[in-house]
């Protein structure tokens, strides 16, 4: 079977590419392109796999290449991807580092929460960089500048876990419900939320997201930082949305080495 394949879809080359062969003595007649058309027709309605596995080659090489483009930014942008200010959890002195892309209002970020609290819960050698993009617009950019403005009590990952818990649509007042759960001073943060240093984080990780090709969130990247800064010549791992614990977990001992 597999060899008739082979046949058939060397047949099916020949014929896609005579139109060329043609062209280097004359040019086809529309007679003989509708001919060649049909032959391709009716060889892809016979045997729609073929179409099925061309998609998959498509998109497996579509993967490998966004693959490759994303450890090239992250190695290109280490210093600022690994630099962690505000908004950190776990191990501030980690030797491996995970940075999560996210926003507030994404129902796979969410999803995505229990997980990577079960890692910091479960690796006392782990640091997280909890990186706010918010994406769905004015109330997911609102909450993340609260978050950020809590880091400065030093109150970031309550704020952050306040938010992850709300499961209804966010606006300013249930944003500002969270920050008094988490005991943040309200007055003082709705003032730091405009600050320069916040408005600066949100623009550093949106470049940085671009700069990634980033399509959506959650977004993970792991890699080796001996002494909090990522280790030249190591290689990183780059998930483009939602992983198991298992998985990420098999990434943090790889990249530990």
Same mark, same amino acid.
């Given at each position: !079977?597999?060899?008739?394949?082979?046949?058939?879809?060397?047949?099916?080359?020949?014929?896609?590419?005579?139109?060329?062969?043609?062209?280097?003595?004359?040019?086809?007649?529309?007679?003989?392109?509708?001919?060649?058309?049909?032959?391709?027709?009716?060889?892809?309605?016979?045997?729609?796999? $073929?179409?099925?596995?061309?998609?998959?080659?498509?998109?497996?090489?579509?993967?490998?290449?966004?693959?490759?483009?994303?450890?090239?930014?992250?190695?290109?942008?280490?210093?600022?991807?690994?630099?962690?200010?505000?908004?950190?959890?776990?191990?501030?002195?980690?030797?491996?580092?995970?940075?999560?892309?996210?926003?507030?209002?994404?129902?796979?970020?969410?999803?995505?929460?229990? $997980?990577?609290?079960?890692?910091?819960?479960?690796?006392?050698?782990?640091?997280?960089?909890?990186?706010?993009?918010?994406?769905?617009?004015?109330?997911?950019?609102?909450?993340?500048?609260?978050?950020?403005?809590?880091?400065?009590?030093?109150?970031?990952?309550? !704020? #952050?876990?306040?938010? !992850?818990?709300?499961?209804?649509?966010?606006?300013?007042?249930?944003?500002?419900?969270?920050?008094?759960?988490?005991?943040?001073? +309200?007055?003082?943060?709705?003032?730091?939320?405009?600050?320069?240093? $916040?408005?600066?984080?949100?623009?550093?990780?949106?470049?940085?997201?671009?700069?990634? #090709?980033?399509?959506?969130?959650?977004?993970?990247?792991?890699?080796?930082?001996?002494?909090?800064?990522?280790?030249?010549?190591?290689?990183?791992?780059?998930?483009?949305?939602?992983?198991?614990?298992?998985?990420?977990?098999? !990434?943090?001992?790889? +990249?530990?080495?």
């Amino acid at each position: !079977m597999r060899a008739v394949k082979r046949v058939t879809a060397s047949v099916l080359a020949m014929a896609m590419v005579s139109p060329v062969l043609f062209a280097a003595d004359a040019p086809m007649s529309d007679q003989q392109k509708k001919q060649m058309e049909q032959v391709v027709h009716d060889y892809l309605v016979k045997n729609p796999e $073929v179409l099925i596995e061309a998609s998959q080659v498509l998109q497996q090489k579509q993967q490998k290449n966004m693959q490759e483009q994303a450890k090239n930014a992250i190695n290109q942008n280490a210093k600022e991807l690994f630099l962690g200010q505000l908004s950190v959890a776990g191990n501030p002195k980690g030797s491996v580092t995970l940075v999560e892309f996210f926003d507030y209002q994404c129902i796979h970020c969410k999803e995505m929460k229990p $997980v990577v609290d079960a890692l910091i819960q479960s690796d006392s050698n782990l640091r997280v960089i909890y990186r706010e993009f918010p994406i769905f617009g004015k109330a997911s950019e609102f909450a993340s500048r609260a978050a950020l403005a809590a880091a400065m009590q030093g109150k970031y990952v309550p !704020m #952050h876990q306040a938010l !992850m818990k709300i499961s209804k649509h966010l606006d300013e007042n249930l944003v500002m419900e969270a920050a008094k759960s988490a005991g943040l001073d +309200v007055a003082k943060l709705k003032k730091d939320m405009e600050s320069k240093q $916040v408005t600066e984080t949100l623009d550093a990780n949106r470049k940085l997201a671009e700069k990634l #090709h980033l399509m959506g969130t959650p977004a993970f990247i792991i890699a080796s930082t001996p002494g909090g800064s990522f280790k030249a010549g190591s290689a990183p791992e780059f998930i483009p949305g939602a992983a198991t614990q298992q998985t990420l977990q098999d !990434m943090i001992k790889k +990249v530990a080495g």
